[in-house]
């Protein structure tokens, strides 16, 4: 396509990065290929040398990968995107191709537990200092950047608590401190449909695709979106030589098809989402609801500012009476599928203290605001009056 810029958000979802195949497919065809014929050893080594656009393996590159990198790279008003085979395959890619030993990176400190972990246990491994905030906090983010700070790391929303981070003032608080400082943010909560972070200042996007983004439950895959040249490091050295977290085609294939209805179904996940959210918050059983769509968050202004079109499907919510009594909430439902990941067609429901952050301790959930009574509600497509009705029985059993 050629204009982006000046179409809707569906439309990029079905005609950006279309390929015209010498059959005239209209569906991208699945090129299920490990490698690439060359016409010559000159047309060969051209490719390897970047002098010559073309394909040599599908390590670094794939017409079918690549079209859906487009896609995405679209939405999120990005020069370049790389796919990866998992959220963490992207986030790992990303961060290894721009830090080395010695190296300094901030993050907050509620954050996906996998994601904490990678940064606060192996990359420490590696020599890379990690020290964890509150970005929202400009003191304490002016207090944590040093001279070798690389990378600003956030999500917002934040997982599974909920928490909003002021992106614009964040990355220009920034980038007026060191502008080759990356400011990088996990988006997979709000998805390029309500947020696009590198609109608001952010250097990089990373994404778990396995949610909303391909949003049937059936895949694993991972997005890094950035400018051309950070995109093209990711690939060629966090991908092909660091993690070889390589998308295969037939996933790609599947996250383009995903991604024509996902206008549609992120336009039912918030009104959904919203009407859930109220009904919690008028439950007195139910200590407190944490979605940036009502008032009563504290992060309410800044996610109607840099949100649109909605306040997404995540719903976390504090249950009366801590860990036991969360667990017999969560025990109770029949309709809400008890399992971790998110933004899939069924409504997921999980308890992140023992499961997505069972690898904070005790004290870390504590610092990070991750109370060991809250529950994490993925809301589905399902009829809202059914789920309405399934928490209520949840209610009813605490």
């Not at 040093?146 to 599974?160: D, F, M, Q, R, S």
Request: a negative charge; hydrophobic letters at 40%; one cysteine or more.
């Amino acid at each position: 396509m050629s204009q982006h810029d000046t179409c809707g958000f569906s439309t990029l979802a079905i005609h950006a990065g279309k390929i015209k195949d010498a059959f005239g497919a209209l569906t991208p065809p699945i090129y299920q290929t490990s490698t690439f014929e060359f016409e010559s050893c000159q047309h060969g080594g051209d490719i390897f040398a970047g002098k010559r656009a073309g394909y040599a393996y599908s390590r670094t590159a794939n017409p079918t990968v690549m079209a859906v990198e487009q896609k995405v790279a679209a939405m999120e008003g990005g020069e370049a995107a790389l796919a990866t085979s998992s959220g963490m395959g992207a986030i790992t890619s990303l961060i290894w191709s721009i830090v080395s030993t010695g190296d300094h990176i901030v993050a907050d400190k509620t954050l996906y537990g996998c994601t904490y972990e990678f940064l606060a246990h192996h990359l420490r491994r590696m020599g890379v200092n990690v020290d964890f905030i509150d970005t929202s906090d400009e003191n304490a983010l002016k207090s944590a950047l040093k001279p070798e700070t690389k990378i600003v790391y956030l999500e917002t929303p934040a997982n599974p608590n909920m928490k909003i981070t002021d992106l614009r003032k964040v990355s220009d608080f920034v980038h007026g401190h060191n502008s080759a400082i990356k400011v990088v943010c996990d988006n997979t909560f709000a998805t390029p449909y309500l947020q696009n972070p590198l609109r608001e200042g952010a250097d990089a996007v990373v994404h778990s695709a396995t949610k909303y983004i391909n949003g049937h439950g059936d895949l694993l895959a991972g997005f890094v979106i950035s400018d051309a040249e950070t995109v093209m490091k990711a690939r060629m050295v966090g991908v092909k030589d660091m993690t070889g977290s390589v998308l295969a085609a037939n996933e790609a294939f599947l996250i383009m098809r995903g991604l024509k209805t996902m206008e549609l179904r992120m336009e039912r996940h918030c009104a959904s989402a919203m009407k859930i959210a109220e009904f919690l918050e008028s439950c007195p059983k139910i200590e407190k609801v944490l979605y940036p769509g009502l008032k009563s968050h504290v992060g309410y202004e800044v996610a109607a500012r840099q949100m649109h079109h909605g306040f997404g499907g995540m719903v976390s919510f504090v249950v009366s009476g801590g860990k036991e009594q969360a667990a017999k909430f969560v025990d109770s439902l029949e309709l809400c599928t008890l399992a971790v990941s998110l933004g899939d067609a069924e409504t997921l429901i999980e308890h992140p203290a023992s499961m997505t952050h069972s690898t904070y301790s005790p004290e870390e959930l504590a610092d990070a605001g991750i109370p060991e009574g809250l529950v994490r509600l993925s809301v589905g497509l399902e009829n809202v009056e059914d789920i309405l009705a399934d928490l209520e029985k949840g209610i009813r059993a605490i």
